[in-house]
Nanobody, 124 residues
Framework: EVQLQAFGGGLVQAGGSLRLSCAAS????????IGWFRQAPGKEREGVAC????????WLRDSVKGRFTISSDNAKDTVYLQMNSLKPEDTAVYYC?????????????????WGKGTQVTVSS
């Protein structure tokens, strides 16, 4: 059974940092790309960052470039999202998801498996 577990969310002041973790199980980790998505109240879910686990190539959406970093530890089947210089507009529920097709990573409809979300709240 494929499982993705996201954790590490919390409440932080603007300018602060959080590191989210996505622990995967039930599939061959290196075959996939893992993406982080977020959904704020009343807004659509959007892709934030992706990493191809075969070659570690990353993708970040423009609004988080320079602040967020995505990385993976293939030995632990875990992907991390380091979030620095957090802003109130980063407040959302963050989800991790997996796809066998790296080129579709970051596209909501391109993901094959989803984990439950973790809440990130940034206070001003």
């Amino acid at each position: 059974e494929v499982q993705l577990q996201a954790f590490g969310g919390g409440l932080v002041q603007a300018g602060g940092s959080l590191r989210l973790s996505c622990a995967a199980s039930g599939f061959i980790f290196d075959d996939y790309a893992i993406g982080w998505f977020r959904q704020a109240p009343g807004k659509e879910r959007e892709g934030v960052a992706c990493i191809s686990l075969s070659d570690s190539s990353p993708w970040l959406r423009d609004s988080v470039k320079g602040r967020f970093t995505i990385s993976s530890d293939n030995a632990k089947d875990t992907v991390y999202l380091q979030m620095n210089s957090l802003k109130p507009e980063d407040t959302a529920v963050y989800y991790c998801a997996a796809t066998l097709t790296p080129r579709t990573c970051g596209d909501y409809y391109g993901m094959d498996y989803w984990g439950k979300g973790t809440q990130v709240t940034v206070s001003s």
